[in-house]
């Protein structure tokens, strides 16, 4: 009998798997993308919290939240108290993220 510890799992044995079968497993929910801290797109009706994390900027942070990175500019209105420059944010900082109307 072997013992196997956390990285000595065994891996599955996909041998008897036709190409172009499909699973059976239900869906798994896809991680959150690294820096979010709320959920689902900025279409929603309440406002949620982003930490910046290293090679953001308002116009990523834009387009991953609302899908168009032109809408920086609400992010940056809705943090202008901790937001000097536009150009320049750092990563840790955390943000809030309006619902857009």
Avoid: C
């Avoid at 239900?26 to 900025?42: I, K, L, N, V």
């Avoid at 940056?76 to 955390?94: M, S, T």
């Amino acid at each position: 009998m072997a013992i196997f510890g956390k990285k000595d799992k065994p891996k599955p044995d996909f041998s008897g798997v036709q190409s172009g079968s499909s699973s059976t497993a239900p869906a798994q929910p896809a991680a959150a993308p690294a820096g979010t801290a709320g959920t689902g797109s900025g279409a929603g009706t309440s406002a949620r919290s982003y930490t910046v994390v290293s090679g953001d900027s308002l116009s990523k942070i834009a387009q991953r939240e609302y899908g168009d990175a032109g809408k920086w500019r609400v992010i940056y209105e809705a943090n202008r108290a901790q937001i000097k420059n536009p150009d320049l944010i750092h990563p840790g900082q955390v943000f809030t993220i309006p619902p857009v109307s």
